[in-house]
């Protein structure tokens, strides 16, 4: 299964920088082949400076080893081994019209100290972070989720959206990162779901990615945008950065883990601004975002 899942992430990480690439019309992924010392590596691709992408990553690993202490006290275990894999991505466009977005899909194995598979998951999901609502694309997004979801299992997309909804919450602020999407972790074999059937499942989810972001892409990405809009887009990147410095468990996964710490903080946006008590004019549009972050809303 970890070999065959690595497989999909390579083939479904040049599919997708040869997509961004194409859309984005100018900038080219910088690829950077890297090795872990306590064994495995990756295939990190940054993207910087273009037409439409200000910066972003799609990034995938295979890592194994000894489980760190700290991470063995984590899941309640002695002694044992690990093997991770998985694609994770996040694009920051420059246009404050066009949303950010993230989206990650993952395998996990557990091994005693003679080999033996002790405990193995799927994990994974993607997000939407506008910076203007445009409650057409929240839809289009969430539909192609569902739509992924559906083929699956018909309680999927209500019981991950509802997940994500929880997870991608910046607990000190009291409001959502953003508009959620799917996520889902832990994903093990019942009598329900065999590993095959939770592999199936993941990369429907991760086949549906570019349909369901690249169209708002095109739809925004030349949208005019003032001075004052990239301010408050750079705002609410902060924000963005909060939460994957304070919540995420990838970002502190991989930093427990002797993880690359360059691939692991790919995910931060470059220009970011932290105002003093700002709080955008009422009424406007700035507003009308916060206001659907305080509470999540079903979107299909």
């Known amino acids: 299964m970890k070999d065959k899942f690595y497989t999909y992430i390579q083939t479904l990480q040049n599919t997708i920088t040869s997509k961004l690439e194409e859309v984005d019309g100018k900038a080219k992924f910088q690829e950077d ?3 872990r010392p306590e064994g495995g590596g990756g295939r990190t691709r940054v993207i910087e400076n273009g037409n439409v992408f200000e910066k972003g990553g799609v990034n995938i690993s295979g890592v194994h080893g000894e489980l760190p202490k700290s991470m063995q006290a984590y899941f309640g ?10 694609l994770s991505l996040v694009l920051h466009p420059k246009n404050p019209m066009v949303p950010t977005v993230h989206a990650n899909w993952r395998y996990f194995e557990m091994y005693d100290k003679q080999g033996n598979i002790v405990d193995q998951w799927f994990g994974g999901g993607q997000d939407l972070t506008p910076y203007y609502l445009f409650e057409e694309d929240a839809v289009h997004f969430h539909s192609v989720c569902k739509k992924a979801c559906d083929v699956h299992h018909p309680e999927f997309h ?8 929880e997870y991608f919450w910046n607990t000190h602020r009291n409001e959502a990162r953003g508009l959620g999407g799917l996520f889902f972790d832990y994903c093990k074999a019942t009598d329900e779901m065999q590993m095959q059937d939770w592999y199936n499942f993941v990369t429907e989810v991760g086949n ?3 349909n369901a972001y690249i169209p708002i892409v095109i739809k925004r990405k030349n949208i005019d945008f003032t001075s004052l809009q990239r301010d408050w887009q750079e705002v609410r990147r902060g924000r963005y950065v909060e939460f994957n410095l ?3 468990k990838g970002t502190l996964f991989g930093l427990k883990t002797n993880g690359r710490i360059e691939s692991i903080l790919m995910s931060l946006p470059p220009y970011v601004q932290w105002k003093y008590d700002h709080h955008p004019e009422k009424g406007s549009e700035e507003a009308k975002l916060l206001e659907v972050l305080k509470t999540p809303k079903d979107w299909v």
């Open 33 to 35: 082949i890297w090795k």
């Open 77 to 86: 275990v002695e002694d044992a081994d690990f093997f991770a894999c998985g």
């Open 158 to 165: 209500s019981k991950y959206k509802k997940r994500c909804d």
């Open 208 to 210: 549906s990615f570019l």
């Open 246 to 248: 304070v919540h995420d």
